[in-house]
């Protein structure tokens, strides 16, 4: 059974920088395509970065570009969302989520193409 934990969330105040992590257990991570998803308050979850397998392909949602960035760690079944410069209306329950995508060195966008979820990791940013 493949288990995903979401590590890194925290009360901050604008202008701040946070790392989140995920760590996937119980599966062959190198073989997952994964993702961040984030629902904030009152909307449904979206897209915020995904990353191939290989770590070679990225894409990130545009509300999100130039201060968001995933990295994954095939060695320490680990993948990352650095966020700087929060802002207000990044407050949201941050999930990350992994598919199998074999050789397949895709990013996906979309909630439904994710087969594995974590539990989410709260970041809220107030001043």
């Known amino acids: 059974q493949v288990h995903l934990v979401e590590s890194g969330g925290g009360s901050v105040q604008p202008g701040d920088s946070l790392r989140l992590s995920c760590v996937v257990s119980g599966g062959k991570f190198s073989n997952y395509a994964m993702g961040w998803f984030r629902r904030a308050p009152g909307k449904e979850r979206q897209f915020v970065a995904g990353?191939?397998?290989?770590?070679?392909?990225?894409n990130y949602a545009d509300a999100v570009k130039g201060r968001f960035t995933i990295t994954r760690d095939n060695a320490q079944n680990t993948v990352y969302l650095q966020i700087d410069s929060l802002k207000p209306e990044d407050t949201a329950v941050y999930y990350c989520?992994?598919?199998?995508?074999?050789?397949?060195?895709?990013?996906?966008?979309?909630?439904?193409?994710?087969?594995?979820w974590g539990q989410g990791t709260q970041v809220t940013v107030t001043s």
């Open positions: 990353t191939s397998w290989s770590g070679s392909r990225i």
């Open positions: 989520a992994g598919k199998t995508s074999g050789t397949f060195n895709y990013v996906y966008r979309e909630l439904e193409e994710y087969t594995y």
